[in-house]
């Protein structure tokens, strides 16, 4: 009877960790969707308008949705994530100067950064 106990404690400890397992892999395949909509955002910073929403798809799936806000000095990148029913969502700030030292911007662009829309 303790060996029945024992090894019913053991499948039930083994189904626990993977169900732990899958759900990792599946946060971490929305964590890399939302990081494609960082990326596309980085990509596709708006130069005139203050705000920009874009859905991205695969494959008739939605691998991201990404909103892009001009902030005082800089920018704010909001990416969702989604992978089959999870979502994760990643927000970052970039200023004017880590922008243009990487390249995603022009040093003529920085007047329409300065002003308030």
């Given at each position: ?54 859905s ?10 990404v ?51």
């Amino acid at each position: 009877m303790k060996a029945v106990f024992i090894i019913s404690i053991l499948f039930f400890v083994s189904n626990v960790s993977f169900s732990q397992a899958e759900i990792e892999n599946d946060m971490d395949s929305a964590v890399q969707n939302a990081k494609k909509g960082v990326y596309w955002a980085l990509e596709n910073i708006p130069v005139k308008k203050a705000k920009i929403e874009k859905s991205i798809v695969n494959e008739d799936k939605l691998l991201a949705r990404v909103k892009i806000n001009k902030e005082l000095n800089g920018i704010r990148i909001e990416s969702t994530g989604y992978f089959q029913t999870n979502e994760v969502t990643v927000v970052i700030y970039r200023s004017r100067d880590s922008l243009l030292k990487a390249g995603y911007i022009k040093k003529g662009d920085l007047e329409s950064y300065s002003e308030e829309d």
